[in-house]
């Protein structure tokens, strides 16, 4: 299950993170988000203890989503050591996610 990150544990979950950390910006009411949630899901499910995979919902945590400047969603982020190392904006396959964890798993 991807894991909730809040504006609380953001700092200590994502960029402390030893590990490759994938994070979801989402909302309820945003179609393209539920789209590509149960994506998410899956790839939590699969790099599970490989890579922190999470979703942020805007809507409940404006200071995650300020600090990163979302304005879009979905937005993904990928993380490596606290730094932004690839960034997509709008609904993709999960084919796309797998390619931009893979590459960044293997840069590690």
């Not at 953001?10 to 030893?18: C, K, L, N, V, Y």
């Not at 890579?51 to 879009?72: L, T």
């Not at 979905?74 to 390619?99: C, M, Q």
Request: proline share 3%; hydrophobic share 45%.
């Amino acid at each position: 299950m991807a894991f909730e990150f809040t504006n609380d544990n953001f700092q200590a979950t994502a960029m402390d993170s030893d590990k490759l950390v994938l994070v979801d910006f989402w909302a309820e009411w945003c179609g393209p988000c539920r789209q590509i949630s149960p994506i998410i899901e899956e790839l939590a499910n699969e790099y599970e203890g490989d890579v922190v995979i999470g979703k942020v919902n805007i809507d409940n945590n404006a200071e995650v989503s300020a600090q990163f400047r979302v304005r879009s969603i979905p937005t993904v982020l990928l993380l490596k050591n606290g730094e932004i190392v690839e960034k997509i904006v709008g609904a993709r396959s999960k084919a796309d996610y797998v390619a931009a964890i893979e590459k960044h798993q293997v840069a590690s």
